[in-house]
């Protein structure tokens, strides 16, 4: 039984995770709350999304990933390195 109930554990786990890895950069930004602060076109307290693009090209997303993992001239986003990327990437190429 307890084998069981150890092995239904595991699969569940790989199912949450496989949900989380499945959602959209867009999907990411509305549930991290980058929306409190950021607007696709018009500028809140932080730039738009549209903003950012203009500034940013899509091989700055390293750059940028990195920073809000660290919190250097940003509020530290709670997100892993690859949700991070996906919503850096979604604000700069749209996708």
């Not at 607007?39 to 750059?63: C, E, H, L, V």
């Amino acid at each position: 039984m307890k084998k069981t109930l150890t092995a239904l554990a595991a699969v569940a786990s790989l199912a949450v995770t496989g949900a989380a890895a499945a959602a959209t950069g867009a999907e990411l930004v509305g549930a991290k709350g980058c929306g409190t602060c950021h607007a696709p076109d018009t500028k809140k307290m932080g730039p738009s999304y549209k903003d950012i693009a203009a500034k940013n090209k899509a091989d700055a997303a390293d750059k940028i990933t990195a920073n809000l993992k660290d919190g250097k001239g940003h509020p530290k986003v709670a997100a892993s390195d690859a949700e991070i990327k996906q919503m850096v990437m979604f604000m700069i190429t749209g996708k």
